[in-house]
């Protein structure tokens, strides 16, 4: 007799328990269910999907967008305007048509100078490293170096050597992508190149690797380089 006690107990344990659980985990009311981690606002559901706000806003935009809906033309219509004539109206819309801004080029401007100025810029930040050609570190040749390594075109490693190639350009016909040159050291040798990256009527903007901060862009109105200024080559 006391078995069947024993036994009935333990059965109305196991049965009753799971409801017990289930009584614990009762919510009414959404804030409680955030608290508890199994329910989200619609927004952080939506965040959560999208990894940036641009993408969000761009899915959305494509769910929610309604495509007009077009008439389909009927035989009369389409008998109407003659295939030929479509498609010549269409292949003159087409030659009319503008080329995207970036694909652009001012005539004045190199297409091979504008890349290695572009690159160049890619290096804003590196820090002064002498000898050194790569993103850990590089010197004022060894970023010119770098750059013209990209477009396989070679130059001697220091600044006094890359001032004896190519062409020396007067102050008037100067250019981006122009190799510039300083004598820093207080001397008449030539020690320092920049690439130039803008030309104003008295100004020359130039990306370079200063000892003190590394790639930087400069100008020839800072005292210290137009002091220092010796000439500007074309190599290109």
Do not use: W
Not at 96 to 109: A, G
Not at 114 to 130: D, E, K, P
Not at 155 to 169: F, T
């Amino acid at each position: 007799m006391q078995l069947k006690k024993l036994f009935f107990f333990v059965l109305t344990f196991i049965v009753l328990t799971p409801f017990s659980g289930v009584a614990q985990q009762i919510i009414t009311s959404k804030k409680e269910a955030i608290k508890r981690g199994i329910y989200q606002k619609p927004s952080e559901k939506r965040s959560a999907i999208y990894k940036t706000p641009v993408e969000k806003i761009s899915k959305e935009v494509a769910i929610n967008e309604v495509k007009p809906a077009v008439a389909k033309p009927n035989k009369a219509q389409e008998t109407a305007q003659p295939i030929a004539k479509a498609s010549k109206k269409s292949k003159k819309s087409i030659l009319n048509e503008k080329e995207e801004s970036d694909l652009i080029i001012e005539p004045e401007d190199n297409y091979i100078a504008t890349q290695m100025i572009n690159n160049a810029m890619g290096f804003l930040g590196v820090r002064y490293h002498g000898g050194g050609t790569t993103t850990e570190g590089m010197d004022c040749s060894g970023m010119v170096t770098a750059v013209f390594n990209i477009f396989e075109i070679k130059l001697p490693r220091s600044s006094n050597e890359m001032a004896k190639v190519g062409e020396k350009v007067e102050d008037k016909d100067i250019k981006k992508g122009d190799l510039i040159f300083f004598h820093t050291n207080g001397k008449r040798i030539i020690n320092h190149v920049g690439m130039v990256i803008e030309v104003a009527e008295d100004e020359i903007k130039f990306i370079h690797s200063s000892t003190q901060s590394g790639v930087i862009v400069s100008s020839t109105k800072e005292p210290y380089y137009k002091k220092t200024f010796a000439q500007v080559n074309r190599v290109l």
